[in-house]
């Protein structure tokens, strides 16, 4: 393969819609780098030679441990290319594809690693604009890597636009990118939200089989709720990514710090119940005398939260949660007595007579029995109107029931 300037090609990585990505050889330094040279058959185009400079200029600006990083950039016999670190690792696409099976709290944790990245990015005034499963490299230490800032648009520079060429990925776009609007980082929150669906579903949230039908279901569509889909996700983190896929770009989280915030607080408790994580996991109770003690456990544990005796309810909680770590009760309990400790509101319920009927409203078209789609809406809305409600718990635990008797 010829060289392009100081690189030595070695062979051919991959190709994207920008960019071919060769593993070459640094000669000046000897180092192997992943070497990302703008496609021949599109250089001539000049709009597309400055994309590609925007490109390097945005990732240029970054230093984050959760971003590639870029060494060199530059112009080689007519070849503009890019110079970045070789990652090892599986990208989200293959590990979604393939199934992998991650525990909860990992997958929390890779989620917070996303976050992390993108907001720094959003700090340096870049907004990402193609975040999807593909740009998403986890390393062998689960690390997480993002890359791939072709799209990026730097905030306080004009925005080179074409006609009728939609930029991103449709499967993962924001509404107001798919209508050809402005976007700014709140785009990137509805992406990442869509990613977070998959990465915990294994589905995408929009999957129409057209291109067209994916974008309508993009702008005038819910996906089906979380918890329909995997009835053991927890609620919050449900709740969470579901409140990100907000249409309204107003009502969805602000920023991505605001996510990682309550993504931490979820890995926490998941942590602290000891369940759905990384570490050994103690067997499920299965005998009289286990179910005794953790009924005896969050019996005392409830009592000590009602009466505001939080650390002894945690307490009492997690050792139910270590005995049964399906004790649904154990880690709800777990939930609210750490949110009330961090000075969260304690209500299961948003203030207020007109949510309260929304909320009956609602438990009522997503009952066992109800059709379907209609259940699902409603489930979702739910998810983001009362997550705390333990009515929404015991009817997600009865759909699934439902299903798996129908099954």
């Not at 000891?274 to 009289?288: E, F, I, L, N, V």
């Not at 983001?384 to 015991?394: E, F, H, K, Q, T």
Request: charged share 30%; aromatic share 4%.
């Amino acid at each position: 393969m010829p060289n392009c300037g100081r690189y030595e090609i070695l062979d051919k990585l991959g190709e994207g819609a920008m960019g071919v990505v060769y593993r070459a050889r640094d000669s000046a330094l000897g180092r192997v780098v992943a070497l990302k040279m703008l496609s021949q058959e599109l250089g001539a185009e000049e709009e597309l030679h400055q994309r590609f400079m925007r490109e390097a200029e945005a990732i240029g600006l970054l230093s984050h441990p959760n971003i590639v990083t870029v060494y060199d950039m530059g112009e080689a016999a007519g070849q503009l290319y890019m110079a970045m670190e070789l990652l090892e690792g599986e990208d989200l696409r293959y590990l979604i594809e393939k199934r992998v099976p991650i525990p909860v709290a990992d997958r929390v944790r890779i989620l917070i690693q996303i976050c992390e990245g993108v907001e720094y990015a959003h700090s340096k005034g870049v907004v990402h604009r193609d975040i999807k499963p593909a740009n998403i490299l986890v390393t062998a230490s689960a690390s997480v890597k993002i890359l791939d800032f072709g799209l990026a648009r730097v905030i306080t520079r004009a925005a080179i636009t074409r006609r009728g060429v939609i930029l991103g990925t449709p499967d993962y776009m924001s509404p107001e990118q798919a209508m050809g609007k402005a976007v700014d980082r709140r785009s990137d929150v509805f992406s990442a939200g869509s990613v977070f669906y998959e990465f915990l579903t294994m589905e995408k949230p929009f999957k129409a089989k057209t291109l067209h039908g994916v974008l309508y279901q993009i702008v005038s569509e819910e996906p089906d709720s979380i918890l329909t889909l995997v009835p053991e996700v927890p609620m919050r983190l449900a709740a969470v990514v579901h409140r990100m896929l907000h249409k309204n770009a107003e009502k969805r989280y602000a920023t991505l710090g605001d996510v990682r915030s309550d993504l931490l607080e979820i890995h926490a408790s998941l942590r602290r119940s000891r369940s759905q994580s990384a570490g050994p996991r103690p067997p499920a109770a299965s005998t009289d005398d286990v179910r005794g003690r953790v009924r005896e456990h969050v019996t005392r544990g409830r009592a000590h939260f009602e009466a505001g005796r939080l650390n002894k309810a945690i307490a009492e909680m997690e050792e139910a949660a270590a005995l049964d770590p399906e004790c649904d009760e154990a880690l709800d309990v777990l939930w609210r007595a750490g949110q009330r400790l961090r000075g969260a509101p304690a209500g299961t319920v948003p203030a207020g007579p007109g949510t309260e009927r929304r909320v009956a409203a609602l438990l009522v078209k997503a009952a066992p029995g109800r059709p379907d789609g209609e259940a699902r809406q409603a489930l979702a809305e739910l998810a983001l109107i009362a997550p705390d409600d333990p009515r929404v718990a015991d009817l997600v635990r009865k759909r699934a029931g439902s299903t798996s008797r129908d099954r």
